[in-house]
């Protein structure tokens, strides 16, 4: 059965070929490079089954995207967006991930643009992997692009 944080873990798999590895769970380092993702999960809830305990469950993952060009911050967006929905097909990892909303700030602070995307991604928990839950290998195609995770 997978577990939660290695469901939650495999985008950070995603996320790196975007910015030349520097994506983030939760928080930036200080001194990072831009343009960088850093991704949390704000909310999870259980598959209402009616018939006992759930075996689907839905996480909320918000990506944020940050650089310091606002039209490569949009087009890293949209890389992401595309990444996310080619692999949205029902696999080992996820059952489904579906994109819900996008809003777009100058973040004054770090003096650079963000992006903010959010996914509800569709995961289950009675699933028996005998591995950790990997991207590592594996090619997706999207946008008439191929994109292969390296080992």
Known sequence: MPKRSEVIDAF???????????AF?????????????????VGQ??????SGPSELDFLTIDVHIYDSNNA???????????????VSTPNETFGSI???ESGDEYAQGLSKYHIQQEYKVS????VKVDNALTFEGQTIQ???QTLTFAQ
Do not use: W
């Not at 950070?12 to 520097?22: I, N, P």
């Not at 490569?72 to 080619?86: K, M, P, S, T, W």
């Not at 995961?123 to 009675?126: L, Y």
């Open 123 to 126: 995961f289950s928990r009675a």
């Open 142 to 144: 999207f946008d008439g």
């Open 98 to 100: 579906r994109f819900k």
């Open 72 to 86: 490569n911050c949009e087009a890293i967006a949209e890389q992401v967006r595309g990444i996310l929905e080619a």
């Open 12 to 22: 950070t798999g995603l996320f790196s070929s975007v910015v030349d590895g520097r």
């Open 25 to 41: 769970r939760s928080i930036l380092p200080q001194g990072i490079m831009f343009p960088a993702i850093r991704y949390e999960v």
């Open 45 to 50: 809830l259980p598959h209402n089954t009616f």
